[in-house]
């Protein structure tokens, strides 16, 4: 029964550990894909044909 308890308060602590560590990796990659798609916005934008101006 003890045993268990510790278990339980362990994997609970390594759970939790690894969500952590998982939203970080998440959170990360969504701002490298932001960034990623904001540079190619920009591009895209530099490369489009603007009609010239007289």
């Given amino acids: ?3 268990r308890v510790i278990g339980v308060g362990s994997t ?7 969500a952590a560590t998982g ?3 998440n959170s990360m990659a ?3 894909a932001a960034t990623t798609l904001a540079a190619a ?3 895209l934008f530099k ?3 603007r ?3 007289r």
Avoid: C, E, K
């Avoid at 609970?12 to 690894?18: C, H, R, S």
């Fill in 41 to 43: 916005g920009v591009a």
């Fill in 51 to 53: 009609p010239r101006r």
């Fill in 47 to 49: 490369l489009a044909p």
């Fill in 1 to 3: 029964m003890y045993g």
């Fill in 23 to 25: 939203m970080w990796l």
């Fill in 12 to 18: 609970g602590a390594g759970g939790a550990t690894l």
């Fill in 30 to 32: 969504l701002m490298v």
